[in-house]
């Protein structure tokens, strides 16, 4: 299965369960929850598979409700971080040390401009 087949999946279940698919704010809090359960597994020396599985599964939704080609942006992304230089900073994490691939807005392609978010 490719990505997009997942994301299909995924939002086709929550429709057949009539689980939230109007609400894009609920369901970027919905992954972070998922997020936080996965961290707080892991911190408990549990097993992490199915939170992680259940962050993909918020993700491919959310990306699915957002007519978002999940699978394309990730290969894009790797190109894109693949030309990008960094330097240890010795803390475990990595500075980037060039801009040449600096994110372009398009926000008025994205169709949560005009999906219904619904209210909390």
């Given amino acids: ?8 999946a995924i939002l086709q279940n929550k429709i057949d369960h009539q689980f939230n698919t109007t609400n894009i ?3 970027f809090l919905a992954l972070y929850g998922e997020v936080a359960e996965a961290f707080d ?3 408990k020396m549990e097993p992490v598979g199915q939170e992680l ?4 599964i918020y993700l491919f939704g959310l990306a699915e409700l957002l007519d978002v080609d999940l699978e394309k942006e990730i290969q894009e992304k790797m190109k894109i971080n693949a030309t990008r230089r960094y330097i240890a900073s010795g803390n475990g994490y990595a500075k980037r040390i060039d801009d040449s691939q600096k994110k372009e807005s398009n926000h008025a ?4 401009d005009t999906m219904d978010k619904g209210t909390f």
């Fill in 25 to 27: 704010e609920k369901e």
């Fill in 1 to 8: 299965m490719h990505i997009s087949d997942y994301q299909k």
């Fill in 41 to 43: 597994a892991y911190r």
């Fill in 53 to 56: 599985a259940d962050v993909a």
């Fill in 109 to 112: 392609q994205h169709p949560h």
